[in-house]
């Protein structure tokens, strides 16, 4: 008898998975075409209406019959407007029966519709967790490791950033991953009912606007490694300072070996606008470092200016 692979059976399933979320797509398309057609149904020419309003038009209808055969000393004209009145009132009536109708059928395709979308939500979520349980059995085989060990991490990746971990075509990610033993996949999800859909773009900066989320795969002490170097970017803060020219002179001589020394010292980078007359340094980084170094730029500002 074959040994059972665990690997095989959530492949296995993975695919069945996905066989169902093609068929639930499949039923949302065709409750689309049945909105359509039902919508085309509706008369633009009738005024929408509600059931409260067609429930009243007998009891209304009723009431005007009453007071027509009960009150004394009705002109003819003032019998023709209730007459006029009572004929109209059936005629609305009428109008909203075939509403009405179409406008049902409308709310039930609606909410089939829901259905299936919740149902559609809830295969992408296990999907996602199959993913993941997969990912961690390749993890483990990849680098060695016990799948009973392998956690995952989540790390918040501001948009600003984002090119930043990422890197051009992945860089910054696989430098990560081979030197931290995981695997990074940057994700940014979506509802199925704005239309869009989870998707993870491994190693691909996802399209501009909200966070993204980092989740890294692997052991725990390689995951931590992992996202402490992600935090440095994602946490990083600039603090922008005016140094007079100096002081200028003196980080950027020598092919900028005071610059060097800061930015390896603090784990920063500094950057600076060479377009003022007054420079301005930006120093970028985690926000102990980025601090640390502001203080001693500006103990070398008060020194060269003593």
């Given amino acids: 008898m074959a040994a059972f692979d665990v690997g095989d059976a959530l492949r296995g399933r993975l695919k069945q998975g996905s066989e ?4 639930i797509l499949a039923r949302i398309r065709s409750l689309d075409e049945r909105m359509n057609a039902t919508m085309k149904q509706i008369d633009k020419k009738i005024k929408p209406g509600k059931q ?10 009723a009431g005007i019959e009453y007071k027509r055969n009960t009150s004394a000393g009705l002109t003819l004209n003032e019998e023709k407007k209730m007459l006029r009145k009572m004929k109209d009132l059936g005629k609305r009536k009428d109008e909203l029966e075939g509403y009405l ?19 559609l939500n809830t295969m992408d ?36 950033t984002i090119s930043q971990v990422v890197g051009r075509q992945g860089a910054n990610l696989k430098v ?15 509802d199925n009912r704005r239309g869009g859909r989870s998707k993870d773009a491994n190693k691909d900066e996802p399209a501009g606007g909200a966070p993204a989320t980092a989740r890294v795969t692997g052991v725990p002490a390689n995951v931590a490694r992992a996202v402490e170097r992600l935090e440095r970017t994602t946490l990083a803060v600039t603090v ?13 001589s020598k092919r900028a070996k005071q610059l060097n020394q800061l930015q390896e010292q603090y784990g920063i980078r500094i950057f600076d606008d060479r377009q003022n007359p007054e420079r301005r340094g ?25």
Avoid at 54 to 60: A, L, N, R, W
Avoid at 176 to 190: K, L, N, P, W, Y
């Fill in 52 to 61: 409260s309003e067609y429930d009243g038009i007998d009891s209304e209808i």
């Fill in 282 to 306: 930006r120093n970028s980084g985690a926000p102990d470092g980025a601090n640390a170094n502001a203080n001693a730029n500006a103990n070398a500002n008060a020194n060269a200016n003593a």
């Fill in 176 to 190: 990560i991953e081979s030197e931290c033993r995981v695997t990074i996949d940057i994700d940014r999800a979506r």
């Fill in 125 to 160: 979520k296990i999907q996602s967790e199959l993913t993941r349980a997969l990912k961690r059995l390749d993890i483990a085989k990849l680098w060695g490791d016990s799948a009973a060990d392998v956690v995952e991490r989540e790390v918040v990746v501001p948009e600003e």
């Fill in 20 to 23: 169902q979320r093609l068929l």
């Fill in 240 to 252: 922008e300072l005016k140094i007079k020219e100096p002081l200028y002179v003196m980080l950027t």
């Fill in 101 to 119: 109708k179409v406008d049902n059928k409308i709310k039930e395709i609606r909410a089939e519709k829901d259905r299936e979308y919740e149902s």
